[in-house]
Every structure is written in structure tokens, then in C-alpha cells.
């Protein structure tokens, strides 16, 4: 079996504010903060978007597409240990097997990031009731909005002949997704996406 090196760079450009978080709680008083990641060589952090974070969207996205056997009845999983379908081969499998290609962090392209970072209230709202609930109020970290472009790639080897059904796959599955992080329903990270399949020395390693 032949490998073939895949590389792709996607551009998620922005027009409203977005938080990608680590979860709630933090440094300070806010109470869900970015995302970061650390500059030793600039002894700073900036905000980035996880690409743990891409993956679990895109895999959601390029499962309903092979389950409703988009690329061919072969390539809808089986759920098995050495399931050879695409959504096993692109992401791997729970626990399990380790996917083909990496994902990595997407950066902001724009140095002075920090500049665009601010601070959003909210009200929560209880689940159930869809009522806002007692002392809700609480505030986000956001970045943004308009024309901030995070950029990140996704690469690896895939057998040869899979190559372009991957390509095809990723690209598919980044048209589904129009929004991310939290909020979403309220106007944040709402984004358009730039996907470009790039010469093999673009990405990783050589
Ligand atoms: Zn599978």
C-alpha cells in the first residue's frame, strides 16, 4: 500500500466575535476565557482555536456525510476494531486507533491579536425553563469580529488511493460548519472558510 501525503490550509474568517474556551473558570473575574497558547520567543500569549476543536466538528460533520453513504456504501463505518472507513482512517477511533492526519491549532494571522480582544456579558439561560436563571450574568472572552482570520492545517498519509476521497471529505466537511464556540446561537463565531489543498512540503515535516 502506497501512502500519499495530504496537506491542507483552511482560513476560518470571522465576522462576528468568537470564544473558543478552555472551559469555564480561569486566571481572573471573568468566567470563561480563550483559548491560549504561549510565545516563548515574544513572552506572550495569544488567543488560538484548538484543533482538537476543528477535529470534533469536521468528524461530526464527515459521519453524517459517510453515513448517508455521500462517498459510497464502503465508506460508511463499521464500528469495528480495523474499521477501514473514512471517518476511522481521517480521525481515528475512540480509545482506540490513532487517525492519519494531525490537526493543528489554528492561529490568528493578524500580530497584534490581543488589540481585538474583549469582553461580552450574557445571561444564562436554564436549559429546560429557557428562562434566564438566578445571578446568570456572567461574561466571555472573545475575540474579533470582523476580518480576523485564524489559520491552522491538517495533514498526514493516507493510502494513495483514499488520497482524494479525504481531500474531498475535509472540504465537505468544513462547508458544514458556518459558526464556532460558544454562543453561537447568540452571533458569536460566526465564520466563512477558506479551504486550499496545498503542495506536500507546505505542511509538517517534508
Ligand atoms: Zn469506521
Redesign the pocket.
Known sequence: MSLAKVCITYRLEFFTPVHVGAGTGGRGFLDKYLYRERDYHQKKDYPIIPGSTIKGRLRAAVTAL?RAQVYGPEE?????ED???????IFG?KGNRRGHLYFEDARPTYNDIDRLVGVRPGIAMDRYRRVARDNALYTVETVGGKNVVFQGQIWGWVPEEKRQTVVAALKDAFAFNYALGFGKSRGLGWFRVQVVEEGSGKCGTP
Do not use: H
Open positions: 459517510a460508511a463505518c463499521r464500528e469495528t474499521c477501514p472507513c473514512l471517518v476511522c482512517l477511533q
